[in-house]
C-alpha cells in the first residue's frame, strides 16, 4: 500500500513514544489521556493516508509542534502517579559538592537588573528560538524534516528524563538560602509569572530541556547561515547562563542537557535513514 510510505521518520517516533506513555497511562488508569492518544494517532493517519489534501500539507510538518507540547503537559500529571520522590535534594548535593556553593545561590551578588531582563527574555524565547529555526528550514525539505525530527526526538527524551528523574529545581527547594529576589526592568517579572503558571506543576529540570534544545537549534541553524548561526550561537549560551542565574536549573541538570543533545546530535542521522529506510 502506497500510503505506508508516506511515514516519516518523526512520526514513527512520535508513535513509538505514544505507545509506551499509553502503556503507563493504562497502568494508573487515566482513560482520559488514552483518548487524547487515540485521537492523536487517528489525526496522523489521516494525514499520512491523504498526503495530498491541503489540510494535510499543513498538519504533517507541525503537527509534531503540537503534540511533544501536549506530550510536556501531561507529564504533570503522569510523574505525581508514579513517582513518589524528587531528585531535588540529590542534585543540589551534587551541585554542593562539586562547586562547594549552590550557584544559584551564590549567582546572587552578581544580580543586575539589565542581566535579570536580559536572560529572561532569552530563557522565555526558547520555544520561538526553536521554530524560527524550523520555519526558515520549512522551503529546504529534506532539512527540515531532518531538523523536525531531531527536535522532536529532544523533547521526548527530555521527558523520559523528566519521568525517571523528577525534580523541579533551585527555584522552589532552595528559596530559603536566597536573600535577594530577583528584579529585572520592565518586563522580566511578567514573564517569570507567566513560565511559574506554565511550569511550575511540571518535574522538568533533568536535563535542562532550554539547554538541550537550545543546542540542537543551533545546530540546526548552521545550515542556514553563518551569520545566523552565530546569532543562535550566542542565545545558547545566553540560555545556558540563564538557567542557573534565574535559579530554574542545576548545573547537573545543564551538564545532563549538554550530554543529551550531542549524543542526538551523533545518533540522530543514523536513527532517521534507518527510520526512512535508507542505508546509512
Known sequence: MDHLNNWWPVDKVILAYFAAVTLLEIVY???ILIAAHIAATGLLWLAVRYPASRISQVFHPWYPLIYVSASYKEMAILIPLARSWTADKFLAR???????????????????????????ICYSLFIPAVVVVAAILWRKREEFRRYAFLAALGFLVSYVGYFLVPAR??????AGLQTRELQGLWISHSLSLLIDRLESAHYDCFPSGHTELAILAWWGSRSISRNFSWAMFVYLISVILATIYLRYHYTMDVVAGIGVAWVLILVSPWL???LSGRAA
Open 29 to 31: 488508569w487515566q482513560p
Open 272 to 274: 532517521y535513514n534507518r
Open 169 to 174: 529545581g533551585p527555584r522552589f527547594l532552595l
Open 94 to 120: 551534587l551541585d554542593f559538592q562539586v562547586w562547594g556553593v549552590h550557584p544559584s545561590v551564590w549567582l546572587e551578588r552578581w544580580q543586575s537588573p539589565v542581566a535579570v531582563e536580559i536572560l529572561q
